[in-house]
């Protein structure tokens, strides 16, 4: 029985971790051969065509499709294809994107036969062994949606795996060339906090796992012997016990010849002198920092937590140990408005970031905010991305402004200039965002993100009486390219 799993990447760069859990499951634990497990990738931009044929080509009877955001809307266009072609085919998905929606997916998508709806990789390799029998019964496997003839069954939640050591090592896994992959690393599962727009915690009960700290620094290890470039520790926060990130970043220290750089998303009020030390010497080269909002309201309705001082002081840290982060806000949480989304970016803009981002609010499927929708007077688009559209403090307007706001920030938010323009007395980061805006508007680009930063730093500066002789110089330095 040949199996093939398959994923649609947003980074082609990136290790497809979840596929390689499943393969290593199946083989370190029943058995399977590694030859007839096959791991196929594709880039955003892949033809449904060669999407189609590489799968065929691997032989499979079973197709597994590892489904987000991203790429949902592709696969599920695959699905009908290589049905067609091998009517006996058996095509599973799994995934954030299909799991809390499962019979939604089935219903819609009738060339798909079974969709695994939590952690994937006992109940998948269950599947497996229950079709390889000749009976072939899959009414037994807890934590899937399936399709029996012309109806729809659950099967229950499967049991809640309390130890993720129990999880095969996807790392000893043969699936191709590392050399030029960002390798994917898991340290722990899940999030101890409740922010209503995350589903890192997928519903479980058990809301933080960690791997043995010795499988952890065995996995790394085996990654640094082979000379990759970079290492991306994939926890929901990299330093949610801070003694333990510290103890991860001690070993990097002592083991990384490379150096190989390393990549995490971190809390910032968690992070102390001595962890922003160990993080720089251990070449952490990037590092996400999510403080989504500063306004009360907003961040009471989605229940994140927010303590102001403690979060500065660790951005302070790893400012002074020179660690290049991205600080990164949300635009459209429910609670907040125009007038405190400003005031959420000009505190970021403040802590003078390396780099600053806005994403849009995006209402994923199985989310406490998906649950709380109709409360809130949430409105958002029903097909991926999600993207909100208003709720009770923000009408469609001021989201399409807001995302305007988002376009503007992927232009000029990391600009040296713009940060020093925000500087002058009286003028306020957002001033100057919602006069790119305008400004935009009124020259009629033909898209927020391509005018000239240059040109806009002139029109500004004259706007508001700012002599313009540095400001144009320090932006042709910085935009020369």
């Known amino acids: 029985m040949n199996i093939c ?61 590892s489904c987000y955001v991203w790429n949902i809307t592709t696969l599920m266009a695959i699905a009908p294809r290589l049905k067609a072609a091998r009517r006996d085919l058996k095509i599973v998905l799994g995934g954030p994107e299909v799991g809390p929606v499962a019979m939604d997916v089935l219903r819609r998508h009738p060339a798909v036969d079974v969709v695994v709806k939590s952690e994937g990789e006992i109940p998948f390799s269950e599947l497996v062994g229950q079709w390889s029998r000749p009976a072939g019964a899959i009414d037994g496997v807890k934590g899937i949606s399936f399709r029996n003839g012309d109806c729809l069954v ?11 050591n129990h999880l095969s090592s996807p790392h000893l896994v ?37 791997f043995d700290l010795d499988r952890v620094t065995g996995e ?50 968690f992070i102390d002198e001595e962890l922003a030390r160990l993080m720089r010497d251990a070449n952490f080269q990037f590092v996400e920092v999510g403080l989504q909002s500063t306004d009360d309201t907003a961040l009471a309705t989605v229940e994140r937590r927010l303590k102001v001082q403690r979060f500065v002081q660790g951005v302070e840290q790893l400012k002074r140990f020179a660690i290049p982060f991205e600080l990164q806000l949300i ?11 400003r005031k959420s970016l000009n505190f970021a803009a ?49 989201v399409a402004y807001g995302g305007k706001i988002v376009a503007g920030l ?41 005018p000239d930063v240059k040109l806009f730093v002139a029109h500004f500066c004259e ?14 330095w910085e935009f020369s390219g």
């Not at 849009?360 to 029903?382: H, I, Q, S």
């Open 174 to 210: 043969d699936f191709g060339d590392p050399s030029r992959r960002i390798i994917c690393v898991e340290t722990q599962r899940g999030c101890v906090f409740r922010c209503n727009f995350c589903f890192y915690n997928k519903d479980l009960s058990i809301r933080n796992r960690r």
């Open 5 to 65: 799993l398959a994923t649609l990447h947003h980074n082609p760069d990136f290790t497809p971790l979840s596929l390689l859990y499943l393969k290593a499951y199946l083989v370190e634990r029943h058995g399977y051969r590694s030859e007839d497990i096959a791991i196929r990738e594709f880039p955003p931009d892949a033809e449904p065509d060669e999407i189609e044929r590489t799968i065929l080509d691997t032989d499979p009877s079973i197709v597994g499709l």
């Open 154 to 164: 659950e099967t229950g939640e499967a049991p809640e795996l309390r130890d993720v």
């Open 463 to 476: 706007k508001k009486g700012i002599p313009t002789e540095f400001y144009r110089g320090f932006a042709s």
């Open 331 to 341: 635009f459209g949480l429910p609670g907040e408005t125009l007038a405190t989304f």
């Open 350 to 398: 403040s802590l003078d970031p390396p780099a600053l981002a806005v994403f849009p609010l995006m209402v994923l499927p199985g989310t406490e905010l998906w649950r709380k929708a109709r409360d809130l007077n949430l409105e958002y688009d029903p097909e991926p991305p999600y993207q909100v559209r208003s709720h009770f403090s923000m009408s469609a307007d001021d």
């Open 220 to 269: 790394i290890a085996f990654w640094l012997r082979q000379g990759v470039e970079s290492i991306y520790l994939m926890d929901p926060i990299f330093n949610l016990n801070a003694e333990r990130a510290k103890a991860i970043c001690r070993f990097i220290v002592d083991h990384n010849p490379g150096p190989v750089a390393f990549h995490a998303e971190v809390w910032a009020e």
């Open 410 to 450: 992927k232009r000029m938010g990391d600009s040296r200039t713009i940060r020093l323009l925000a500087r002058e007395r009286g003028i306020r980061f957002s001033d100057i965002v919602d006069e790119w805006i305008a400004w935009c508007n009124e020259q009629r680009w033909p898209a927020i993100v391509d």
